[in-house]
C-alpha cells in the first residue's frame, strides 16, 4: 500500500481542538493515530491519541512483531 501523507495543518487543528493551545504535543509526547493511514485511517480527532513516545514505540513494536505493519 502506498504511503498516505499527513496533513500537518489538519493535525494542528485537531490537537487545539484536544487543549493544545499551539497546535503541538509536549515535550516526550506524540501523536498517534490510533488505526493506522496506511491502513485506510484518516486524521481525525476521533483517531488521534497523544501519548508518550516510548509507548509508542512499543506499540508500533507490536504491530510489527505481529506482521501489522
Known amino acids: 500500500m502506498a504511503k498516505k501523507e ?6 494542528k487543528n485537531i490537537l487545539k481542538r ?5 497546535g503541538k504535543v509536549p ?3 506524540v501523536a ?3 488505526k493506522p ?6 486524521t481525525t480527532k476521533k483517531n488521534i ?11 508500533h513494536a507490536n504491530r510489527k ?3 501489522k505493519i
Open 6 to 11: 499527513r496533513s500537518q495543518t489538519k493535525l
Open 18 to 22: 484536544k487543549g493544545y493551545p499551539n
Open 27 to 29: 515535550k516526550g509526547k
Open 32 to 34: 498517534h493515530h490510533v
Open 37 to 42: 493511514v496506511a491502513k485506510g485511517s484518516k
Open 49 to 59: 491519541r497523544v501519548i508518550p513516545k516510548r509507548k509508542h514505540k512499543k506499540i
Open 65 to 67: 512483531k505481529r506482521g
